[in-house]
């Protein structure tokens, strides 16, 4: 099993990395869809606020530029080998899950094989969050509404990143930037996550019930993961002693950024460089990088007040990102994170870590596992 997930892991990221993966949501272009719960951006119950001008999240790293030095070196006639078997180990895993999971009730879920369950691609981003407040408004009663709001001074912006909305109004917090519409929500409690869960759980089982081409009479439970199911997901098929970090224990990556993007980057970055000099350093330096957004050594035109963009990096073997870094993730174990944030050293963000946690943070945020049962009569 370890050797399938690990080709076929390596075979998705070299689709993201040759720009020839599926085309990601940003800010710029949110898409019509909620990927967390299907439902469709309406004018009526929700629309996310859109800054045209901005840049896309996703056109920041020139995906051209990306190089993935593993550990282990390999030969020419050893990659062709691995491309081969690559392509044969997805189409058999294509065929071995046909009947496993022939219907994804789990909008953006992955099917995760080992648990029987589905685990989100990305972890929960503000424009989730923005989602279930706006419908939270609508819907539910006033205190319980203002119950859910996240704790917005757990990060600062630069004032220089503040946003103007057309109607006048400053937007200067993270959660409702709309820059920062898919980055991690952070400043959120472990019950505040719990309710969410609970929310999605009866929107998504509703929308499949009104689906007619959906005749199974299913129930979409949404819930944390435990930590035993979190390190499964992590591992992805490897051992996780053995593998710390899954198949990318001991890999960097190397990159270029996207010169364009210099202008987007010099509000964001906490020195007071301008936008020329930034665009300047970016065109001359390639950055060393490790597979995981963490606490790091990065050049100045990098360091940010926030965790990043929920698709970048490369995923794991089972298709999802930022499992490691990024935000350390909450489980079902109240006060428990996993996976390490953008605040934590790598060495601190093995499988088997924890990062404990009493009070919404900064660096602390969920992504949902599915279960899919049978509706009870």
Same mark, same amino acid.
């Given at each position: 099993m370890k050797s399938l997930l690990h080709l076929t892991g390596l075979l998705f990221s070299l689709l993201i990395m040759s720009g020839c993966g599926a085309s990601y949501p940003s800010s710029v272009a949110p898409g019509i869809y909620s990927t967390t719960t299907g439902l469709g951006f309406s004018q009526e119950r929700f629309y996310p606020e859109i800054n045209s001008n901005s840049f896309p999240e996703d056109q920041i790293i020139n995906k051209k530029s990306v190089k993935v030095v593993e550990a282990q070196q390999l030969t020419k006639e050893k990659k062709e080998e691995l491309r081969t078997a690559q392509a044969a180990a997805m189409q058999q895993i294509l065929v071995d899950t046909a009947d496993l999971v022939s219907v994804n009730y789990a909008p953006g879920g992955v099917y995760i094989h080992p648990l029987q369950l589905y685990a989100d691609e990305t972890e929960v981003a503000n424009i989730h969050w923005q989602e279930y407040l706006t419908y939270l408004n609508q819907d539910s009663t006033v205190a319980f509404y203002q119950s859910q709001q996240p704790d917005t001074t #757990?990060?600062?912006?630069?004032?220089?990143?503040?946003?103007?909305? !057309?109607?006048?109004?400053?937007?200067?917090? *993270?959660?409702?930037?709309?820059?920062?519409?898919? @980055?991690? #929500?952070?400043?959120?409690? @472990?019950?505040?996550?719990?309710?969410?869960?609970?929310?999605?759980?009866?929107?998504?089982?509703?929308?499949?019930?009104?689906?007619?081409?959906?005749?199974?009479? #299913?129930?979409?439970?949404?819930?944390?993961?435990?930590?035993?199911?979190?390190? =499964?997901?992590?591992?992805?098929?490897?051992?996780?002693?053995?593998?710390?970090?899954?198949?990318?224990?001991?890999?960097?990556?190397? *990159?270029?950024?996207?010169?364009?993007? !210099?202008?987007?980057?010099?509000?964001?970055?906490?020195?007071?460089?301008?936008?020329?000099?930034?665009?300047?350093? =970016?065109?001359?330096?390639?950055?060393?990088?490790?597979?995981?957004?963490?606490?790091?050594?990065?050049? @100045?035109?990098?360091? #940010?007040?926030?965790?990043?963009?929920? *698709?970048?990096?490369?995923?794991?073997?089972?298709?999802?990102?930022?499992?490691?870094?990024?935000?350390?993730?909450?489980?079902?174990?109240?006060? =428990?994170?996993?996976?390490?944030?953008?605040?934590?050293?790598?060495?601190?963000?093995?499988?088997?870590?924890?990062?404990? *946690?009493?009070?919404?943070?900064?660096?602390?945020?969920?992504?949902?596992?599915?279960? =899919?049962?049978?509706?009870?009569?």
């Amino acid at each position: 099993m370890k050797s399938l997930l690990h080709l076929t892991g390596l075979l998705f990221s070299l689709l993201i990395m040759s720009g020839c993966g599926a085309s990601y949501p940003s800010s710029v272009a949110p898409g019509i869809y909620s990927t967390t719960t299907g439902l469709g951006f309406s004018q009526e119950r929700f629309y996310p606020e859109i800054n045209s001008n901005s840049f896309p999240e996703d056109q920041i790293i020139n995906k051209k530029s990306v190089k993935v030095v593993e550990a282990q070196q390999l030969t020419k006639e050893k990659k062709e080998e691995l491309r081969t078997a690559q392509a044969a180990a997805m189409q058999q895993i294509l065929v071995d899950t046909a009947d496993l999971v022939s219907v994804n009730y789990a909008p953006g879920g992955v099917y995760i094989h080992p648990l029987q369950l589905y685990a989100d691609e990305t972890e929960v981003a503000n424009i989730h969050w923005q989602e279930y407040l706006t419908y939270l408004n609508q819907d539910s009663t006033v205190a319980f509404y203002q119950s859910q709001q996240p704790d917005t001074t #757990v990060i600062q912006l630069n004032k220089t990143d503040y946003y103007r909305t !057309a109607a006048g109004q400053v937007v200067s917090a *993270y959660q409702y930037h709309p820059e920062y519409q898919f @980055y991690p #929500v952070v400043g959120i409690s @472990y019950e505040q996550a719990a309710d969410y869960c609970k929310w999605r759980s009866n929107v998504v089982t509703e929308l499949v019930k009104s689906d007619p081409n959906n005749k199974e009479k #299913v129930q979409v439970i949404y819930r944390l993961p435990t930590e035993k199911e979190w390190e =499964i997901i992590a591992a992805a098929g490897y051992d996780k002693n053995t593998y710390p970090y899954s198949s990318a224990t001991g890999a960097i990556r190397k *990159y270029k950024l996207n010169p364009v993007a !210099a202008d987007f980057l010099s509000r964001k970055i906490t020195a007071q460089v301008p936008a020329e000099q930034v665009k300047k350093d =970016i065109v001359k330096e390639e950055v060393q990088d490790n597979m995981f957004n963490v606490r790091r050594t990065l050049p @100045y035109f990098l360091q #940010v007040n926030t965790p990043d963009y929920i *698709y970048s990096g490369t995923p794991n073997d089972y298709g999802l990102l930022h499992v490691q870094g990024n935000v350390a993730e909450m489980v079902a174990e109240k006060g =428990i994170a996993k996976g390490g944030s953008w605040k934590d050293k790598l060495e601190d963000s093995k499988i088997t870590d924890r990062q404990l *946690y009493s009070s919404p943070s900064d660096k602390v945020g969920f992504r949902c596992v599915c279960e =899919i049962k049978p509706m009870e009569k």
